[in-house]
């Protein structure tokens, strides 16, 4: 789809069932966390920090690159509404407990202040 602007990218959160990043690498997986703040059941690969970032409940993780894996992942999520919506509150719940930008802007100047106060 390309880059989308601010509105088009909540329309499409608004207006999907399921949230799936199948990448072979992530450092952190922001886009998880914007998935949960949309409440959005999640299938991801167990790749890189997608293994910490998705909470347990809110949906699966596959081996990255197990094509059978995530044909299985996907079949059961697509066809099993029930399971989705459990996903969808663990989701939800989640992205509750997240810091705002605000906070983790506070939490990485105390850490810059401690590091910068064990220099001296």
């Known amino acids: ?4 602007s601010a509105e088009a990218l909540q329309a499409r959160y608004a207006s999907a069932d399921l ?5 072979l690498h992530e450092g952190f997986g922001m886009v998880v966390n914007e998935a949960l ?3 959005l059941p999640i299938v991801a690969s167990r790749a890189g920090a997608l293994a910490q970032t998705v909470p347990a409940g809110a949906g699966l993780l596959v081996p990255p690159g ?36 605000d906070q983790q802007a506070e939490r990485f100047e105390a850490v810059l202040d ?7």
């Open 66 to 101: 197990d094509a059978g894996a995530w044909r299985a992942a996907l079949a059961t999520a697509i066809a099993d509404r029930t399971l989705r919506e459990r996903w969808a509150d663990a989701a939800w719940q989640a992205a509750r407990a997240l810091p705002s930008w």
């Open 19 to 23: 949230f799936v990043l199948a990448s």
């Open 1 to 4: 789809h390309g880059e989308l």
């Open 37 to 39: 703040m949309h409440g």
């Open 114 to 120: 401690r590091v910068w106060g064990l220099a001296w």
